[in-house]
């Protein structure tokens, strides 16, 4: 019970100390993270880092029964300072760069999670180690459409348009196409206009899913040739899924009309991706075994 108690006080004081510093040190992230979940657009808005905080949060939670049993142990970390200023100097050196780094949504999820490690590290070390390959893979897949983008993002939308330009006139519906744009007539004599766009790219959609990836690699500790497998299959679908996604967008709004395909283009991708990425954890249980080295570890974990 007294452990559980000096738990609990550790916890407390983290998310009060992560809360502190975040309201007064880095309050223009914190505020425009609020207002971009608040200025949420069913199918517009991008939410990979919404969707990767859930997918952290939901792993991290899976090893809660480590993090208990590192956390009964911090007492006997008190020699370990270098932890401890690593941490301090994460949670604090965003604040050194504050005028210059911007305050978009992912940047701004980005910089909170290194900060919420950082007071982690500092006040719990040991447990902390638990945490780092968690953080790093968050903060990778959340600023990593930032990159990609820019050199993928076109590409990709061309690609997607050449194959949805032509399944479309497979399906005998009459399109004008022009590059990455189509426009036809809808059975009820509306004038439907739709633009792949880089962000319908499926970047973000790859991105999320790669994160998934990894952490059920940290989670599970299968081969690393499993894991890689998953990934670029995984990639591949999911850029052909998108233009199969495109394809029904565009049969929607010639069966029924521009209103009806904006509103299915709001959650369509949504439905398609949460099965995606179900669908690839059930085929990741059944890929290999994991590293014979891990084995004695899993079954503890399990007891």
Same mark, same amino acid.
């Given at each position: 019970?007294?452990?559980?108690?000096?738990?609990?006080?550790?916890?407390?004081?983290?998310?009060?100390?992560?809360?502190?510093?975040?309201?007064?040190?880095?309050?223009?992230?914190? $505020? %425009?993270?609020?207002?971009?979940?608040?200025? !949420?657009?069913?199918?517009? @808005?991008? =939410? &990979?880092?919404? /969707?990767?905080?859930?997918?952290?949060?939901?792993?991290?939670?899976?090893?809660?029964?480590?993090?208990?049993?590192?956390?009964?142990?911090?007492?006997?970390?008190?020699?370990?300072?270098?932890?401890?200023?690593?941490?301090?100097?994460?949670?604090?050196?965003?604040?050194?760069?504050?005028?210059?780094?911007?305050?978009?949504?992912?940047?701004?999820?980005?910089?909170?999670?290194?900060?919420?490690?950082?007071?982690? $590290? %500092?006040?719990?070390?040991?447990?902390?180690? !638990?945490?780092?390959?968690? @953080?790093? =893979? &968050?903060?990778? /897949?959340?600023?990593?459409?930032?990159?990609?983008?820019?050199?993928?993002?076109?590409?990709?939308?061309?690609?997607?348009?050449?194959?949805?330009?032509?399944?479309?006139?497979?399906?005998?519906?009459?399109?004008?196409?022009?590059?990455?744009?189509?426009?036809?007539?809808?059975?009820?004599?509306?004038?439907?206009?739709?633009?792949?766009?880089?962000?319908?790219?499926?970047?973000?959609?790859?991105?999320?899913?790669?994160?998934?990836?990894?952490?059920?690699?940290?989670?599970?500790?299968?081969?690393?040739?499993?894991?890689?497998?998953? /990934?670029?299959?995984?990639?591949?679908?999911?850029?052909?899924?998108?233009?199969?996604?495109?394809?029904?967008?565009?049969?929607?709004?010639?069966?029924?009309?521009?209103?009806?395909?904006?509103?299915?283009?709001?959650?369509?991708?949504?439905?398609?991706?949460?099965?995606?990425?179900?669908?690839?954890?059930?085929?990741?249980?059944?890929?290999?075994?994991?590293?014979?080295?891990?084995?004695?570890?899993?079954?503890?974990?399990?007891?």
């Amino acid at each position: 019970m007294l452990e559980r108690s000096r738990q609990a006080v550790r916890i407390i004081l983290w998310i009060s100390a992560s809360l502190a510093i975040s309201l007064l040190l880095y309050w223009r992230y914190v $505020a %425009a993270l609020l207002q971009n979940i608040g200025e !949420i657009v069913p199918g517009e @808005t991008q =939410l &990979y880092p919404i /969707a990767g905080i859930v997918f952290v949060g939901a792993f991290i939670l899976f090893r809660r029964g480590e993090i208990r049993r590192s956390l009964e142990k911090e007492a006997e970390s008190r020699s370990e300072a270098k932890v401890r200023l690593a941490g301090l100097l994460l949670a604090l050196t965003p604040a050194l760069a504050y005028i210059v780094i911007p305050v978009d949504m992912d940047v701004s999820a980005s910089v909170l999670a290194i900060v919420w490690f950082g007071v982690f $590290a %500092a006040i719990n070390p040991r447990s902390s180690r !638990i945490l780092a390959s968690y @953080t790093v =893979l &968050y903060v990778a /897949a959340t600023l990593s459409p930032k990159i990609i983008y820019p050199v993928a993002g076109e590409p990709l939308a061309d690609f997607a348009s050449l194959i949805v330009g032509h399944v479309i006139r497979a399906l005998g519906i009459p399109v004008l196409q022009f590059g990455r744009s189509f426009a036809f007539t809808s059975l009820n004599g509306e004038a439907v206009r739709f633009t792949i766009s880089p962000d319908c790219s499926s970047i973000s959609s790859i991105t999320v899913f790669l994160l998934l990836c990894g952490l059920m690699h940290l989670d599970m500790k299968k081969r690393a040739s499993a894991t890689i497998m998953l /990934a670029a299959a995984g990639t591949a679908a999911l850029t052909l899924l998108n233009a199969l996604r495109i394809v029904i967008l565009l049969w929607v709004g010639y069966v029924g009309g521009d209103w009806t395909l904006w509103n299915v283009h709001g959650w369509l991708g949504y439905a398609i991706m949460i099965g995606f990425y179900a669908l690839a954890a059930k085929i990741y249980l059944s890929l290999g075994e994991p590293k014979p080295a891990t084995l004695q570890a899993l079954k503890f974990k399990q007891t």
